[in-house]
Protein backbone atom coordinates (compact mmCIF):
# COMPACT_ATOMS: atom_id res chain seq x y z
CA UNK A 1 0.00 0.00 0.00
CA UNK A 2 1.45 3.60 -1.23
CA UNK A 3 0.76 6.45 0.81
CA UNK A 4 -0.12 9.81 -1.28
CA UNK A 5 -0.34 13.01 0.11
CA UNK A 6 -1.88 15.86 -2.31
CA UNK A 7 -0.84 18.90 -0.98
CA UNK A 8 -2.84 22.54 -2.85
CA UNK A 9 -3.92 25.89 -2.08
CA UNK A 10 -6.81 27.32 -4.41
CA UNK A 11 -8.72 30.33 -4.19
CA UNK A 12 -10.87 30.31 -7.24
CA UNK A 13 -11.12 26.78 -7.43
CA UNK A 14 -9.77 26.32 -10.69
CA UNK A 15 -6.70 24.56 -8.97
CA UNK A 16 -8.98 21.98 -6.89
CA UNK A 17 -10.32 20.57 -10.09
CA UNK A 18 -7.02 20.37 -11.58
CA UNK A 19 -5.49 18.48 -8.82
CA UNK A 20 -8.70 16.53 -8.21
CA UNK A 21 -8.66 15.52 -11.96
CA UNK A 22 -4.96 14.29 -11.89
CA UNK A 23 -4.90 12.18 -8.99
CA UNK A 24 -8.73 10.50 -10.04
CA UNK A 25 -6.52 7.42 -10.66
CA UNK A 26 -4.77 7.74 -7.91
CA UNK A 27 -8.31 7.64 -5.59
CA UNK A 28 -9.36 4.55 -7.89
CA UNK A 29 -6.60 2.33 -7.18
CA UNK A 30 -6.77 -0.17 -4.61
CA UNK A 31 -3.25 0.00 -3.40
CA UNK A 32 -3.17 3.67 -3.14
CA UNK A 33 -4.11 5.53 0.01
CA UNK A 34 -4.86 9.56 -1.52
CA UNK A 35 -4.60 12.16 1.95
CA UNK A 36 -6.02 15.45 0.35
CA UNK A 37 -5.20 18.69 2.23
CA UNK A 38 -5.85 22.28 0.98
CA UNK A 39 -3.49 24.82 2.74
CA UNK A 40 -5.84 27.53 4.78
CA UNK A 41 -4.67 30.95 5.65
CA UNK A 42 -5.15 32.71 8.77
CA UNK A 43 -6.50 35.48 7.19
CA UNK A 44 -7.66 34.21 3.88
CA UNK A 45 -7.22 35.91 0.63
CA UNK A 46 -10.71 37.26 -0.63
CA UNK A 47 -12.18 35.60 -3.86
CA UNK A 48 -12.83 37.54 -6.13
CA UNK A 49 -10.34 40.19 -5.43
CA UNK A 50 -10.52 43.83 -4.76
CA UNK A 51 -8.04 45.73 -7.37
CA UNK A 52 -6.43 47.24 -4.61
CA UNK A 53 -5.72 44.09 -2.81
CA UNK A 54 -4.50 42.36 -5.81
CA UNK A 55 -1.84 44.94 -6.60
CA UNK A 56 -1.30 45.39 -2.69
CA UNK A 57 -0.32 41.16 -2.57
CA UNK A 58 2.99 41.99 -5.43
CA UNK A 59 5.73 42.81 -3.30
CA UNK A 60 5.27 40.28 -0.70
CA UNK A 61 4.32 37.26 -3.75
CA UNK A 62 7.43 38.52 -5.35
CA UNK A 63 9.55 38.46 -2.68
CA UNK A 64 7.91 35.21 -1.19
CA UNK A 65 7.48 36.90 2.16
CA UNK A 66 5.28 34.33 4.43
CA UNK A 67 1.95 35.20 5.95
CA UNK A 68 0.39 32.85 8.74
CA UNK A 69 -1.14 29.64 7.52
CA UNK A 70 -3.53 27.28 9.83
CA UNK A 71 -1.93 24.30 10.92
CA UNK A 72 -1.69 21.36 9.26
CA UNK A 73 -3.74 18.62 11.17
CA UNK A 74 -1.60 16.00 13.37
CA UNK A 75 -3.18 13.36 11.50
CA UNK A 76 -1.11 14.10 8.51
CA UNK A 77 1.83 15.03 9.77
CA UNK A 78 2.23 11.26 12.12
CA UNK A 79 2.05 9.93 8.41
CA UNK A 80 4.90 8.86 6.20
CA UNK A 81 4.41 10.00 2.74
CA UNK A 82 5.82 7.75 0.25
CA UNK A 83 4.80 10.62 -2.24
CA UNK A 84 3.77 14.44 -2.39
CA UNK A 85 1.99 15.45 -5.31
CA UNK A 86 1.85 19.59 -4.47
CA UNK A 87 -0.48 21.88 -6.70
CA UNK A 88 0.00 25.69 -6.28
CA UNK A 89 -0.91 28.65 -8.71
CA UNK A 90 1.75 31.74 -10.02
CA UNK A 91 1.28 34.89 -8.59
CA UNK A 92 3.61 37.38 -9.86
CA UNK A 93 5.97 34.92 -11.44
CA UNK A 94 6.32 33.71 -8.30
CA UNK A 95 4.68 30.75 -6.31
CA UNK A 96 1.29 31.92 -4.40
CA UNK A 97 2.11 33.62 -0.81
CA UNK A 98 -0.08 30.17 0.49
CA UNK A 99 2.11 27.94 -0.77
CA UNK A 100 5.50 29.83 0.34
CA UNK A 101 3.97 30.38 3.43
CA UNK A 102 3.79 26.45 3.78
CA UNK A 103 7.29 26.28 2.97
CA UNK A 104 8.39 28.83 5.53
CA UNK A 105 6.31 26.60 7.93
CA UNK A 106 8.12 23.76 9.85
CA UNK A 107 5.70 21.40 8.83
CA UNK A 108 6.96 21.45 5.43
CA UNK A 109 10.20 20.04 5.89
CA UNK A 110 8.54 17.17 8.25
CA UNK A 111 6.29 16.21 5.43
CA UNK A 112 8.30 16.89 2.44
CA UNK A 113 12.49 15.15 4.23
CA UNK A 114 13.45 12.25 2.06
CA UNK A 115 10.35 12.64 0.05
CA UNK A 116 9.46 12.37 -3.40
CA UNK A 117 7.23 15.20 -4.98
CA UNK A 118 5.39 16.08 -8.15
CA UNK A 119 4.34 19.69 -8.64
CA UNK A 120 1.30 20.54 -10.52
CA UNK A 121 1.05 24.07 -11.73
CA UNK A 122 -2.17 26.23 -12.93
CA UNK A 123 -1.06 29.12 -14.56
CA UNK A 124 -2.17 32.06 -17.21
CA UNK A 125 0.99 31.37 -19.32
CA UNK A 126 4.59 32.60 -16.67
CA UNK A 127 5.43 29.63 -14.74
CA UNK A 128 8.78 28.72 -15.65
CA UNK A 129 11.04 31.04 -12.81
CA UNK A 130 8.00 30.38 -10.54
CA UNK A 131 9.34 26.78 -10.73
CA UNK A 132 12.67 27.59 -10.58
CA UNK A 133 11.88 29.13 -7.24
CA UNK A 134 10.04 25.93 -5.86
CA UNK A 135 12.92 24.05 -6.69
CA UNK A 136 15.02 25.88 -4.43
CA UNK A 137 12.03 25.51 -2.13
CA UNK A 138 11.58 22.28 -2.06
CA UNK A 139 15.31 21.70 -2.19
CA UNK A 140 15.68 23.58 1.20
CA UNK A 141 13.40 20.70 2.35
CA UNK A 142 15.16 18.24 1.28
CA UNK A 143 12.62 16.69 -1.29
CA UNK A 144 13.38 15.50 -4.38
CA UNK A 145 11.28 16.73 -7.49
CA UNK A 146 10.61 14.09 -9.66
CA UNK A 147 7.52 15.06 -11.55
CA UNK A 148 6.22 18.64 -12.69
CA UNK A 149 2.39 19.29 -14.78
CA UNK A 150 1.80 22.48 -16.08
CA UNK A 151 -2.11 23.59 -16.97
CA UNK A 152 -2.01 26.82 -18.30
CA UNK A 153 -4.27 29.28 -20.50
CA UNK A 154 -4.02 28.44 -23.74
CA UNK A 155 -4.65 31.81 -25.45
CA UNK A 156 -2.31 34.48 -26.97
CA UNK A 157 -1.04 36.68 -24.21
CA UNK A 158 -3.12 40.01 -24.59
CA UNK A 159 -6.57 38.06 -24.84
CA UNK A 160 -5.71 36.29 -21.64
CA UNK A 161 -4.66 39.38 -19.87
CA UNK A 162 -8.35 40.65 -20.25
CA UNK A 163 -10.17 37.53 -19.62
CA UNK A 164 -8.14 36.96 -16.17
CA UNK A 165 -8.34 40.21 -15.01
CA UNK A 166 -12.52 39.77 -15.35
CA UNK A 167 -12.56 36.75 -13.93
CA UNK A 168 -10.38 37.92 -10.99
CA UNK A 169 -12.21 40.80 -9.90
CA UNK A 170 -15.69 39.45 -10.68
CA UNK A 171 -15.57 36.38 -9.52
CA UNK A 172 -17.47 34.80 -13.19
CA UNK A 173 -15.34 32.56 -15.19
CA UNK A 174 -17.22 32.79 -18.28
CA UNK A 175 -16.98 34.30 -21.58
CA UNK A 176 -16.25 38.36 -21.21
CA UNK A 177 -18.84 40.28 -23.09
CA UNK A 178 -19.88 37.45 -24.85
CA UNK A 179 -17.16 37.42 -27.44
CA UNK A 180 -13.47 36.87 -25.19
CA UNK A 181 -12.98 32.72 -24.90
CA UNK A 182 -13.51 31.80 -20.90
CA UNK A 183 -10.73 32.83 -18.98
CA UNK A 184 -7.78 29.81 -17.45
CA UNK A 185 -7.30 26.77 -17.88
CA UNK A 186 -9.82 25.02 -20.66
CA UNK A 187 -12.12 22.54 -19.31
CA UNK A 188 -11.27 20.48 -22.12
CA UNK A 189 -7.52 20.51 -20.29
CA UNK A 190 -8.85 19.40 -16.84
CA UNK A 191 -10.74 17.25 -17.45
CA UNK A 192 -8.19 15.57 -20.12
CA UNK A 193 -5.72 15.84 -17.21
CA UNK A 194 -6.36 12.45 -15.47
CA UNK A 195 -4.35 10.69 -18.32
CA UNK A 196 -1.09 12.22 -15.82
CA UNK A 197 -2.74 10.69 -13.06
CA UNK A 198 -2.62 7.06 -15.07
CA UNK A 199 1.39 8.25 -15.89
CA UNK A 200 1.59 8.72 -12.26
CA UNK A 201 -0.37 5.12 -10.90
CA UNK A 202 2.00 3.00 -13.04
CA UNK A 203 5.16 4.47 -12.35
CA UNK A 204 4.11 4.45 -8.49
CA UNK A 205 3.13 1.01 -8.38
CA UNK A 206 6.40 -0.15 -10.43
CA UNK A 207 8.23 1.88 -7.73
CA UNK A 208 9.85 4.13 -10.56
CA UNK A 209 9.99 7.44 -10.12
CA UNK A 210 13.26 8.30 -11.62
CA UNK A 211 11.39 8.14 -15.50
CA UNK A 212 8.30 9.46 -14.34
CA UNK A 213 9.14 13.03 -15.90
CA UNK A 214 10.06 11.81 -19.01
CA UNK A 215 6.72 9.81 -19.79
CA UNK A 216 4.87 13.30 -18.29
CA UNK A 217 6.79 15.36 -21.04
CA UNK A 218 5.76 12.46 -23.34
CA UNK A 219 1.79 13.06 -22.50
CA UNK A 220 2.37 17.07 -22.74
CA UNK A 221 2.55 17.38 -19.14
CA UNK A 222 4.83 20.36 -20.01
CA UNK A 223 5.37 22.45 -23.60
CA UNK A 224 7.69 25.37 -23.23
CA UNK A 225 7.10 28.29 -25.31
CA UNK A 226 10.79 30.15 -26.09
CA UNK A 227 9.83 33.65 -25.68
CA UNK A 228 7.87 33.00 -22.33
CA UNK A 229 10.95 31.74 -20.91
CA UNK A 230 12.45 34.97 -22.26
CA UNK A 231 9.52 37.37 -20.98
CA UNK A 232 9.99 35.56 -17.60
CA UNK A 233 13.76 36.32 -16.63
CA UNK A 234 13.13 39.84 -17.89
CA UNK A 235 10.06 40.57 -15.77
CA UNK A 236 11.63 38.46 -13.13
CA UNK A 237 14.46 41.24 -13.15
CA UNK A 238 11.88 44.34 -13.09
CA UNK A 239 10.03 43.14 -10.70
CA UNK A 240 12.52 42.24 -8.72
CA UNK A 241 13.58 46.40 -8.70
CA UNK A 242 9.74 47.22 -7.71
CA UNK A 243 9.21 44.62 -5.26
CA UNK A 244 11.85 45.68 -3.25
CA UNK A 245 11.24 49.40 -3.72
CA UNK A 246 7.83 49.26 -2.81
CA UNK A 247 8.56 46.87 0.34
CA UNK A 248 11.05 49.87 1.35
CA UNK A 249 8.63 52.37 1.26
CA UNK A 250 5.88 50.51 2.89
CA UNK A 251 8.28 50.30 5.98
CA UNK A 252 8.13 54.07 6.16
CA UNK A 253 4.55 54.97 5.63
CA UNK A 254 0.64 52.94 4.59
CA UNK A 255 0.16 56.54 1.95
CA UNK A 256 3.68 56.06 0.83
CA UNK A 257 3.50 52.13 -0.33
CA UNK A 258 0.11 52.72 -1.62
CA UNK A 259 1.39 55.92 -4.50
CA UNK A 260 4.45 53.47 -5.47
CA UNK A 261 1.63 50.90 -5.66
CA UNK A 262 -0.43 52.82 -8.17
CA UNK A 263 2.58 53.58 -9.43
CA UNK A 264 3.52 50.11 -10.40
CA UNK A 265 -0.10 49.39 -12.10
CA UNK A 266 0.69 52.10 -14.43
CA UNK A 267 4.40 49.98 -14.90
CA UNK A 268 2.40 46.76 -15.56
CA UNK A 269 -0.33 48.23 -17.89
CA UNK A 270 2.68 49.81 -19.95
CA UNK A 271 4.88 46.66 -19.78
CA UNK A 272 2.05 44.27 -21.06
CA UNK A 273 0.54 46.47 -23.90
CA UNK A 274 4.19 48.30 -24.91
CA UNK A 275 7.25 47.02 -23.40
CA UNK A 276 6.14 43.07 -24.45
CA UNK A 277 5.22 43.08 -28.14
CA UNK A 278 8.84 44.88 -28.41
CA UNK A 279 10.34 42.06 -26.67
CA UNK A 280 8.62 39.64 -29.06
CA UNK A 281 9.33 41.23 -32.04
CA UNK A 282 13.51 41.32 -30.72
CA UNK A 283 13.51 37.51 -29.74
CA UNK A 284 12.23 37.20 -33.67
CA UNK A 285 15.05 38.61 -35.08
CA UNK A 286 17.58 37.21 -32.81
CA UNK A 287 15.46 33.46 -33.17
CA UNK A 288 17.83 31.75 -35.31
CA UNK A 289 21.81 32.95 -33.72
CA UNK A 290 20.03 31.93 -29.95
CA UNK A 291 18.63 28.70 -31.62
CA UNK A 292 20.86 26.42 -29.58
CA UNK A 293 20.36 28.44 -26.10
CA UNK A 294 16.57 28.11 -26.92
CA UNK A 295 17.04 24.27 -27.76
CA UNK A 296 19.01 23.74 -24.03
CA UNK A 297 16.57 25.79 -22.08
CA UNK A 298 13.72 23.95 -23.47
CA UNK A 299 15.22 20.82 -22.49
CA UNK A 300 15.94 22.14 -19.06
CA UNK A 301 12.73 23.73 -18.10
CA UNK A 302 10.88 20.67 -19.19
CA UNK A 303 12.88 18.11 -16.66
CA UNK A 304 13.01 18.26 -13.12
CA UNK A 305 17.02 19.23 -13.24
CA UNK A 306 18.22 21.69 -10.73
CA UNK A 307 20.73 23.98 -11.71
Known sequence: MKNILVLH??????????????????NNSKNIKVVHHQIEMETPFAFPWKKKDFLDVFPESFLQIPSKIKPIPQ????QKFDLVILGYSVWYLSPSIPTNSFFCNPEAKQLLANTPVITVIGCRNMWIMAQEKMKTLLKGCGSKLVGNIVLRDRHINHISVITI???MFTGKK?????IFPKPGVSQKDIDESSRFGNTILDHVINNNLEDLQKNLVKEKAVLIKPFLVLADKRANILFGKWAKLIHSKGKISINKRAIWIKMFNYYLLFAIW?????????????YLPLSGKIKKDKKYYSSVEIK
Not at 274 to 286: D, E, G, N, S, Y
Open 9 to 26: YSQSGQLTEIVNNITMPL
Open 75 to 78: AILN
Open 165 to 167: VQW
Open 174 to 178: KKYLG
Open 274 to 286: IIAPVVFILFLLT
